[in-house]
């Protein structure tokens, strides 16, 4: 158990509305990562996070925004959501000495 | 563009048979791979890595194989189990170890 934990686990919402989605992860690790899941996709990496304030973009970045104030915590932010962001959002942090990534539940959002 | 394949979206096995999983990669410049599993409305979960300077890596029932020539890796599952029936994702990143690129997953089913 890699003690993350991602809020809320579902979430249904109208577009045009702002959402955030929490990450909070218990063993202090540098590294954090965004995800969503989509059919006929995979896994695609949407924002990343290698330190507190430090954060990059990953592939489909666009429409979501990241925060990372405290080593433990992890925010995305949609600030006005689309149905096109209807999706399984996964959290994963990699421990500094590992290249493996390990993750969090998922956030099911609906966008309506 | 995907620069991890997965080409085959479903495979069913009988119970004790191997199960092969295949994947394909773009990018030359990848240099670690990695296998996870995922159930139904849980996150993945890492199953087996591979680095580049390597061709086999085996863990119990579980060996995946590098060909860098082909650009192609592959994992194997002997005996497959019915507990073994998920989707599979395999995923790769580069020097830095800060993106991780995925496939579109493969769904194993294993016949009791």
């Known amino acids: 158990d890699a003690g993350i934990t991602q809020s809320p686990r579902h979430k249904v919402t109208e577009t045009g509305t702002p959402v955030t989605l929490r990450c909070h992860q218990t063993e202090n690790h540098r590294y954090m990562y965004w995800y969503r899941q989509d059919p006929g996709h995979g896994l695609r990496l949407i924002h990343y996070s290698y330190g507190v304030k430090d954060t990059d973009k990953g592939e489909v970045s666009d429409g979501y925004s990241v925060s990372r104030s405290k080593t433990e915590d992890f925010l995305l932010t949609l600030e006005s959501a689309t149905s096109s962001q209807t999706s399984v959002y996964f959290c994963?942090?990699?421990?500094?000495?590992?290249?493996?990534?390990?993750f969090g539940p998922g956030t099911r959002l609906t966008v309506l | 563009d995907q620069q991890v394949k997965q080409n085959s979206p479903s495979l069913s096995v009988q119970e004790g048979r191997i199960s092969i999983l295949n994947c394909d990669y773009t990018?030359?410049?990848?240099?670690?791979f990695l296998w996870y599993k995922k159930y139904p409305a849980e996150g993945p979960t890492f199953l087996i890595s591979?680095?580049?300077?390597?061709d086999k890596n085996e863990d119990g029932r579980f060996t995946v194989f590098l060909n860098k020539s082909a650009k192609h890796l592959s994992l194997h599952i002997v005996p497959s189990q019915p507990g073994d029936s998920a989707v599979y994702f395999c995923?790769?990143?580069?020097?830095?170890?800060?993106?991780?690129?995925f496939g579109t997953g493969t769904s194993l089913t294993v016949i009791p």
């Open positions: 591979i680095s580049s300077i390597k």
């Open positions: 995923a790769a990143s580069g020097e830095t170890g800060n993106q991780f690129y």
């Open positions: 994963a942090i990699r421990p500094t000495s590992y290249n493996e990534q390990f």
């Open positions: 990018n030359s410049m990848f240099d670690y």
